[in-house]
């Protein structure tokens, strides 16, 4: 089925209250990194999308083209340092700065703890953990610190590092992993210009998640809210953060999910 949207989430948000602003998005080409590029981009950021699949974030770009904003693709994959550091030298090199991050990439896959390979829970924490902290790290040495301005958006998930969940303790590893950056970096970052949060949405109803063969209404009962979140809702949160209303706030996490961490449903 198509992942629901939320359009009235984003009419909260004024267009032109990101003009002048580079935004980076990880994944860009599907789920909340798509949803937060054509959100940023109406806001008046001039936006930047990366990921492994070039198509995709070819009709990302498209998209926000024909709406009258700003956006380039840049394919790559951020697991590889190398990598990130091409990418960083095609866009400071084209934009000259990068005011606003959002490390959306991300994934994993369903597994006992016990059975987890350390192949795998190295797979998991590469993208989830490493490649945040490489490509944040770089884009705040490169850009944001010298310019003294930046802020950074994470996303994690309620589900994993709060209370953990049954078949996921590798990203429930990683993704706790990235909050406590989260807070630290805010503490080294803040006086000098540069903003870091977290945000840990619930179980976000994308085109990924059709993936693991739920039932959305059958997930969604144990939810206090009785409904699944949009990839819009998640995307609404970054625009306002990254907007200047959010200026006073760092070092959190920013939970966001229907109420799920209350109800603690088991989803797999």
């Known amino acids: 089925m198509t992942p629901p949207r939320s359009p009235e989430a984003l009419a909260a948000l004024a267009s032109g209250s990101l003009d002048g602003r580079v935004a980076l998005i990880t994944g860009g080409g599907t789920g909340i990194g798509r949803a937060t590029a054509l959100l940023l981009a109406r806001q008046g950021a001039r936006v930047v999308v990366t990921g492994r699949r070039e198509d995709l974030l070819a009709a990302t770009v498209a998209d926000i083209e024909q709406s009258g904003g700003s956006a380039t693709a840049y394919p790559s994959d951020i697991r590889e340092p190398e990598a990130v550091d091409a990418l960083l030298d095609q866009v400071l090199g084209a934009e000259m700065r990068i005011d606003l991050l959002v490390n959306n990439a991300g994934g994993q896959f369903v597994s006992p703890a016990e059975d987890i390979s350390p192949k795998g829970f190295r797979a998991v924490t590469r993208l989830n953990l490493d490649a945040t902290w490489y490509l944040s790290t770089q884009v705040a040495k490169r850009s944001m610190l010298p ?7 994470s996303i994690t998930m309620t589900m994993t590092p709060h209370r953990g969940i049954v078949g996921m303790s590798h990203s429930s590893a990683a993704r706790a992993g990235v909050e406590s950056l989260t807070a630290t970096w805010a503490q080294e970052w803040g006086a000098r210009g540069v903003r870091t949060i977290a945000i840990a949405p619930g179980v976000v109803h994308t085109d990924a998640w059709e993936n693991y063969g739920l039932d959305p209404e059958q997930v969604a009962q144990v939810m206090p809210l009785k409904r699944l ?18 200026d006073y706030i760092t ?11 209350l109800a603690g449903p088991t989803l797999y």
Request: hydrophobic residues 45%.
């Open 229 to 246: 979140q949009t990839a819009d809702e998640v995307a609404a949160l970054i625009g306002f953060w990254m907007s200047p209303a959010g």
């Open 147 to 153: 310019e003294g301005y930046g802020k950074i958006a």
């Open 251 to 261: 070092g959190i996490t920013l939970v966001a999910d229907g109420g799920m961490n």
